[in-house]
């Protein structure tokens, strides 16, 4: 075990470390010094008084000295030796060090954001990791379905006919949407997408979106309420349009053929309230925190199977952070579930940029 991992015994630090109860690394200087003039002071003093010449009671004076300095003084640089150290490690991909941090001067500030840092470091690669997993993964399901139809046409096992066509632009299609959400995310995390926000009405937007998705699932009935029917919303619409059609297109997925996907639009008092119902599974109260993450699945299998990449509610989420608003899931009874999208009136401070993990 590293010697970083050990647990560290508090009266240990105390000796090894005796001046952290001093606020400031000036204090402690000062007091360094102050107690080497001492200490010099009263050893030549001692000396003389035993009867040492002068010369070797000064030598025996600055060996003294020295040897005090030094160990009242290894506690206050012990921390830059132990970052020196640290960002030695992260520097060859380690990311677990971290510094003890127990002064309570500018070198133990120092220490806490360093820790700090490298915890936000190692949270950043376990993210970097995760993605191109995932994204490697994601990408991997229709190349393979692509290769393998194509080798069956080129080896004549299978005849060119439509189906075979169908299937293969499907999985193009799928491939497409899944580059088009990776670069949206990448430029909604950069905090490049600019919000053009304007009042807009709200029925005609979520109409759109509706037509878009009763194309891609004509079984299944999407109804649309808006109260009032003048109501509008201050945003940029082409981007609230974004989030409603990622929610109704997850709504339509888990939706089953013959069911009813909701969406309704009204004034609340935080701004306008959006909500897509859906008839599905619902959402296990275990899952509602995480699945507005990236690539993150309730139901991995079905997702991945019916073509979902799990990106489409994470820049749901981005979208709405840049507005000010809130997004979130709820349980609907007797089952399904509700998404639930709140934009704020004009004038609430929005924020400069969003940062998720």
Not at 54 to 78: E, H, K, Q
Not at 253 to 282: M, S, Y
Not at 297 to 314: F, I
Request: charged content about 25%.
């Amino acid at each position: 075990m590293n010697r970083h991992h050990l647990p560290i015994d508090v009266r240990d630090l105390d000796v090894r470390r005796p001046l952290n109860a001093f606020p400031s690394i000036k204090l402690k200087l000062g007091f360094v010094i102050a107690a080497a003039v001492a200490a010099t002071v009263f050893v030549f003093w001692l000396g003389l008084k035993v009867g040492i010449w002068p010369s070797g009671s000064g030598i025996l004076a600055g060996v003294v000295a020295m040897v005090f300095v030094w160990f009242l003084s290894r506690g206050m640089t012990s921390p830059l030796r132990e970052m020196a150290a640290a960002a030695g490690a992260m520097a060859q991909g380690d990311y677990s060090r971290r510094v003890t941090a127990t002064s309570h001067d500018e070198v133990g500030a120092l220490a806490r954001t360093f820790n700090e840092m490298a915890a936000e470091l190692a949270a950043t690669d376990r993210v970097r990791r995760d993605l191109v997993a995932n994204v490697s993964h994601e990408l991997r399901t229709p190349i393979t379905a692509l290769q393998a139809k194509l080798e069956n046409l080129v080896d004549g096992v299978e005849a060119p006919d439509r189906a075979t066509f169908e299937t293969m632009l499907a999985q193009v299609e799928r491939l497409g949407r899944l580059v088009q959400q990776l670069l949206d995310l990448s430029k909604l995390e950069a905090g490049v997408v600019p919000l053009e926000r304007a009042a807009f009405p709200v029925e005609p937007l979520l109409e759109h979106a509706v037509r878009e998705q009763r194309l891609q699932a004509p079984a299944i009935d999407v109804a649309v309420t808006v109260e009032p029917a003048n109501l509008t919303a201050d945003g940029d619409p082409e981007r609230v349009h974004q989030v409603v059609a990622n929610l109704l297109e997850n709504a339509v997925r888990f939706t089953p053929q013959g069911g009813t996907v909701e969406v309704r639009a009204r004034r609340g008092t935080q701004g306008v309230t959006i909500e897509v119902l859906d008839e599905g599974p619902g959402i296990p109260e275990a899952d509602r925190g995480r699945v507005f993450e990236r690539f993150y699945r309730t139901d991995p299998a079905r997702s991945s199977r019916e073509g979902g990449a799990g990106l489409g509610l994470a820049i749901a989420r981005w979208i709405v952070d840049l507005h000010g608003g809130d997004i979130h899931s709820e349980r609907r009874d007797p089952k399904g579930c509700r998404m639930v999208v709140t934009l704020p009136e004009t004038g609430i401070e929005l924020p400069e940029r969003v940062t998720r993990v």
